[in-house]
């Protein structure tokens, strides 16, 4: 496993990077507090989420540790609350109030979400006010709400078919590969790894 470097720009300054923090393994995604201007957190192939403060980057503020493969999407659900997922087929609801600034901080995972599928691909990870949603490598979107370890719902995309334009239930290998919530409402954009897109409304 080759270490990584996060490099972080300001648009005030265009060409060199403001900031350089040194990750022991690849990163696979990066995200920053919508609650905080100073708090991020990136999921890495190391299988933890670090979190940082970006006014004190020589160390990270929070190491969560749980996940048995590598975090390919970080997300914060609320100001004290960060949602994972990994290729380990899991979500995880972390208490970001049982973090440590020292060692790991394996206790601060309150919840593991499972029931979709997920080993290898990016397959999408969106929040809006506690609801959860992610894609599956069985082509469909899983819909979870933050207290409940069991999909709340889900939507198979169906293949649709490059000749005939004719959907069918067959997934042929394809995955959901991307997700967003629509602000302020129960609606969520979906695409695939086919380039098809819904929007779906939950009810």
């Known amino acids: 496993m080759l270490p990584s470097l996060l ?38 192939a190391d299988y933890k989420i670090y979190g940082y403060d970006l006014r004190h980057t020589r160390i990270p503020w929070c190491t969560l540790a749980g996940h048995e493969n590598a975090v390919s999407y970080v997300r914060y659900l ?5 949602v994972s997922a990994s290729t380990d087929n899991t979500l995880k609801l972390w208490d970001l109030k049982k973090t440590s600034l020292e060692g ?8 593991t979400f499972s029931g ?17 949603a992610c894609g599956s490598e069985t082509n469909e979107v899983y819909a979870y709400y933050r207290s409940l370890p069991m999909p709340i719902t889900s939507h198979e995309f169906g293949y649709v078919d490059p000749i005939s334009g004719n ?37």
Not at 78 to 82: A, L, S
């Open 7 to 44: 490099l972080i720009f300001t648009l005030t300054v265009q060409r060199n990077s403001i900031n350089t923090i040194w990750n022991p393994a690849n990163i696979c995604c990066v995200q920053f507090s919508e609650y905080s201007s100073h708090l991020m957190a990136f999921g890495s």
């Open 78 to 82: 609320d100001p004290e609350t960060i």
């Open 167 to 203: 959907e069918t239930s067959e997934g042929n290998g394809q995955f959901v590969s991307s997700l967003c919530w629509r602000r302020k409402s129960q609606m969520v954009v979906a695409a695939n790894s086919s380039g098809s897109i819904k929007v779906l409304k939950l009810v």
């Open 116 to 132: 979709h599928t997920n080993e290898k691909n990016f397959v999408g990870l969106a929040v809006l006010d506690g609801y959860i």
């Open 104 to 111: 790991l901080s394996s206790n601060a995972c309150n919840l």
